[in-house]
């Protein structure tokens, strides 16, 4: 079974703070992706980041660094210089290797960025 | 580009009535998926639609059903409505519905049940 853990519900962090948001996921699937969304007020959810199982390469793009540990079954993301924009809440989530695409959501962790 | 479209945005139904959610692809998307996303949780999948085929069904109840158009908009239906069904409801579309591609979500549709 597919399982995602978002451990942290709420994050407030000061305007230009970085911030680490975590994610644990469970799988039985040998190859398996691994996605980062954000949902922002308006309930739209953004796609940001997909990771393959067999790519542990750390990845960044502009602000935002996503660390993938296969050890640690992690998919760790952290905004550096957080803004308010980027105020929101994001989820992590999972497919596994089966036919359907469907994702495997965490609940999800909300970020508050304090001007 | 036209990104995925919904409709309606909001909608207001009682206990026992019946719904319909409309979804509208990205363009040469062919795959659709929903979600049902409850205040305070993550998404969780209902369905997934490809080239006119149910591919996924998540764990709901038979209340629950959908298609897919030759044209890959697809509906959304549900039946017998419980008040446990208000939430946002999210399409998300894809080119092929592989595991490995990103899907798109549109802006949901909002359902309240009284």
């Known amino acids: 079974a597919q399982k995602v853990t978002q451990a942290q519900t709420e994050i407030s962090v000061v305007e230009k703070e970085d911030v680490t948001l975590d994610c644990v996921y469970e799988?039985?699937?040998?190859?398996?992706?691994l996605f980062w969304y954000k949902q922002p007020p308006s309930g739209e959810l953004v796609f940001l980041i997909r990771?393959?199982?067999?790519?542990?390469q750390n990845e960044i793009s502009g602000r935002y660094s996503w660390n993938f540990q296969k050890s640690t079954s992690s998919f760790n993301f952290t905004i550096t210089a957080s803004q308010v924009v980027d105020s929101a809440v994001y989820f992590c989530?999972?497919?596994?290797?089966?036919?359907?695409?469907?994702?495997?959501f965490g609940t999800g962790t909300r970020l508050t960025v304090i001007p | 580009d036209t990104g995925v479209t919904q409709s309606p945005t909001h909608l207001i139904k009682t206990r026992g009535q019946q719904v319909t959610l409309r979804c509208s692809p990205i363009?040469?998307?062919?795959?659709v998926s929903w979600y049902q996303q409850v205040l305070g949780q993550g998404p969780q999948f209902i369905f997934q639609?490809?080239?006119?085929?149910?591919?996924g069904r998540g764990n709901f109840p038979d209340r629950f059903s959908a298609r897919q158009f030759p044209n890959y908009s697809s509906e959304l239906n549900v039946n017998a409505l419980l008040l446990g069904d208000s939430a946002l409801y999210l399409c998300?579309?894809?080119?092929?519905?592989?595991?490995?591609?990103?899907?798109?979500f549109g802006p949901g549709t909002r359902l309240l049940v009284l």
């Open positions: 998300a579309s894809s080119s092929r519905g592989d595991a490995l591609e990103p899907q798109y």
């Open positions: 799988t039985r699937d040998t190859t398996y992706y």
């Open positions: 990771r393959n199982s067999f790519d542990e």
């Open positions: 989530a999972l497919t596994g290797q089966t036919g359907a695409n469907n994702l495997f």
């Open positions: 363009s040469g998307h062919k795959s």
């Open positions: 639609y490809y080239e006119k085929e149910e591919r």
